[in-house]
């Protein structure tokens, strides 16, 4: 075998996708291997390569949106009112809650396989720690963890959908 039919034979490997071709002759054994086989993932396959990946969460803080009045017509001005409850904006749930955001880039599974139940829902406790998605990201799926407890409000994002860096993924009630 010479030169050419080696460098023909690695290029079928590379194009095939086989992982391993064996030649054996009377004067010489040639192995070529190739890792493309282990990268690909069947439909309903485990996940075989996880990293653990903290998360930084924030409170999500909503800004008051000012209260603008329309220039009053007639000249004379009114009297000032004092504040009442209806003039201030009543604070709503949602500003207790804390919001989980993706520490990456990526795609967001809810759960491990398209069998498996998530990992959390509506209504679930959650501890620091507790694993609660995984991001796909580069063909590595990074396990996200909790860095803090609380009850799960809402799930913000629809599985095996792209999220960016810091997108809010779910609402957290602290208490």
Do not use: W
């Not at 800004?63 to 220039?71: D, E, F, G, N, Y």
């Not at 990526?106 to 694993?131: H, L, M, N």
């Amino acid at each position: 075998m010479n030169i050419n039919e080696i460098q023909d034979l690695i290029k079928f490997v590379a194009k095939s996708g086989v992982y391993e071709v064996e030649i054996e002759r009377k004067d010489f054994k040639i192995t070529i291997k190739s890792d493309k086989a282990h990268t690909r993932r069947k439909k309903g396959e485990e996940v075989q390569h996880i990293q653990q990946i903290p998360m930084n969460i924030q409170p999500m803080q909503i800004p008051a949106q000012p209260v603008v009045q329309a220039p009053a017509i007639a000249p004379a001005p009114a009297p000032a009112a004092p504040a009442t409850p209806a003039d201030t904006p009543a604070p709503t749930a949602e500003d207790n809650y804390i919001t989980v955001k993706s520490p990456m880039i990526g795609t967001f599974y809810r759960s491990s396989g398209p069998d498996k139940d998530p990992f959390v829902g509506v209504g679930d406790i959650i501890e620091p720690g507790k694993v609660v998605c995984i991001i796909e990201a580069m063909k590595l799926f990074n396990e996200i963890e909790s860095e803090i407890s609380g009850k799960i409000v809402k799930v913000l994002v629809d599985d095996a959908t792209p999220v960016e860096y810091d997108q809010p993924l779910f609402l957290v009630d602290p208490s």
